[in-house]
């Protein structure tokens, strides 16, 4: 359910952008201030906080040992999953996963998936019998706009922290040992929404701008400037040439991200 | 300045109607000064204006209008209505009782009950209210006898035809009193229930061709054929 | 049906099903097949067949879901447990409740949804058989059903995919294209205001070649587009010719 955005809001919103400008003073293609924490919670086997601007994501990693799906017997698992708490805005309530709190675990694992973040063959401890089964699970903590970015790169840097337990197999059962192994990381995707009010596009939208948004548009580019995932929401639309613009866009600022990160 | 389609073509949602110095009628938009139909129908030409007579619609209320209805509640204050569309319709007491009225339920069910039928009159209806009716009209009210058939509500005008034309001689044809809702639902009283049956095939028939021409020859001839025919059928 | 075919693309750069990279299945419209719904239409397109039926405007239920400036759109995409190889639960999967949502938010832009406020529009998708590119085929089939229950609209939406099969752009993946292809990229499109209302991808494209995947995906839309138009005229135009005669 949408709020009620006054027109008064929606005019300023609109009347800005014509000047190039945003609520907050940012450019039309400026990310909001973005800190990256890892290794916050000891007990997950790996965690990172992210803030960007105000909306504040934590994804913590929980590493176990399990049977692979049955049409991939030499791979490991990978799982995400995304919880809107409810303390995070008063529009989410307690429950069940809803439709948002679903399609933002699903498009986080698009990108890391299709961008084989995780050498998923790596995992495997017995084909067929036991594999590493990752669980991401990805907690927004304060909505204010653009979770999907936000999640996507705390889902990264929670998966850089994370580590295994190291094992050996003895007579067909496996034993921990002591220590641990990083899990191993080929790819960091970055995500890139764009909003688009009135005819303008704006990356990173904040909450009020998502509240008077047509619609967005989400690419998860990967380290070689490839596209892996994208995602459209929201109930407008946008025209074939706005696509295209946005997919320049998301290429340019994930460079520009992965070189602030090091990614 | 062009227009696209012949009048009485069929068009879809999104052709593209006219540019330029037309003005939107029914079942049209504008968007970027071109007028674009929203609706399956036939385009029209009205001077400058552009309407589409949709092949299927549904009732959206209108002040003024005549329609019937069924009720569906007894409240405490009033008679819910169900009129075949999507918002419910209301009436209450005082615009069914020529005389003031104490609120007990009993009363009200005894008036008017669950099941009935009424032909009423949309006294009030905007986009934050559901619809109110009256039928503290001469002609409205309760309904205890007849058939009772829906149409598709845009279909309503092919039915009365041309100043009446169609319905006219649809109830010469049949002998039977029809009343027509704007809200798609007829109801047909007539002497036998071959008469009734007569006028309601008849306006079955004008809903599914309402989009040909010829139609009023083709429902007459229709009608005068089945005549002997019921003659017939009584003699057995 | 359980053996990884070696190439999607053979030696004369045809598919598994013998189609040119830039052809599209046989798609087959039709319109008002479910007499209670007060919209309805089914598709077939390749192997796939779905239903889609829409009910309303009509009151909302539960009440406080209303909203009072406009009509509420639902959606509810779901697949019949023998639809696919292996049964499926007939409980909604978190992958039907994420389809459900993106069909809702690729129909509702062409929804005239500001003339019925407080009221409810029902779009209900029923998966038959499922043969990759359910969700375009649903909105395609979603679309009409909206058309045949009279509720106005800007345009009719329609939806293809393209993506990559071995090196190829191809349009409209079959099953086997969509699991074992390099990428895949659902589009819906209102042809005449030139709006992309879906838009999904996953797979590893550059953006030259995303480029020409959503380029072929529109190409694909524009022509079923037409097809989506025969269909809802075919019942009148019949009543017409037999009427007329």
Known sequence: MASVVTRIKRKQIVQLLEKGKRLDGRELTDYRELKIDQGIIERAEGSARVRLGKTEIVVGTKVEMGEPFSDTPNEGVLTVNAELVPLASPKFEAGPPDENSIELARVVDRGIRESKVIDTEKLCIEKGKKVFVVFVDVYVLNHDGNLIDASALAAVAALLNTKMSNYEVEDGEVKLKSGYTQLPIKQHPITVTCAKIGEKLVVDPGLEEEQVMDARLSMAIDDDGDICAIQKGGTGYFTPEQVIEVSKLAKDKAKEMRKKLDW | MPTFYEPKQIVTPGDLLAEGDYLAGENTYVENKVIYSSRLGLVEYDNKKVNVVALKGFYIPRIGDLVIGTVTEVGFNGWTIDINAPYKAFLRPSDVLSRPFKPQKDELSEVLNVGDLVVAKIISYDRSHDPQLTVAEPGLGKVTRGQILKITPTKIPRVIGKKGSMITMIKEETGCQIILGLNGVVLITGKTLEDEQAALVAIRKIEEESHTSGLTDRITQMLKKNKPAEEENKNE | ?245
Request: glycine residues 6%; proline residues 6%.
């Open chain 3, 1 to 245: 049906m359980n053996e990884k075919p070696e190439k999607l693309i053979d030696k004369k750069g045809l598919r598994l099903d013998g189609r040119k990279p830039d052809e599209l299945r046989p798609v087959k419209l039709e319109v008002g097949v479910i007499p209670n719904a007060d919209g309805s239409a089914y598709i077939e397109q390749g192997k796939n067949r779905i239903l889609a039926g829409v009910y309303g405007p009509r009151e909302v239920h539960p009440k406080h879901l209303a909203l009072q400036d406009r009509a509420v759109l639902k959606c509810r995409y779901h697949m019949a447990p023998f639809s696919v190889q292996e049964r499926k639960s007939p409980a909604p999967s978190r992958r039907e409740i994420e389809i459900s949502k993106v069909i809702r938010e690729s129909l509702e832009p062409s929804v005239f949804t500001e003339y019925y406020p407080r009221t409810m529009i029902d779009v209900f998708i029923e998966v038959l058989q499922a043969d990759g590119g359910t969700r375009c085929a649903s909105i395609t089939a979603a679309s009409l059903a909206l058309a045949d229950a009279g509720i106005p609209l800007k345009d009719l939406v329609v939806a293809c995919a393209a993506g990559k099969a071995d090196d190829t752009i191809v349009l409209d993946l079959m099953d086997e294209e969509d699991k074992l292809g390099k990428a895949d990229v659902p589009v819906a499109l209102m042809p005449s205001l030139n709006g992309i209302t879906l838009l999904q991808m996953d797979g590893k494209l550059t953006h030259e070649e995303f480029e020409t995947a959503v380029n072929m995906a529109i190409e694909g839309c524009k022509k079923i587009y037409l097809m989506q138009k025969e269909a809802l005229k075919a019942k009148y135009m019949g009543i017409k010719e037999e009427a007329e005669e």
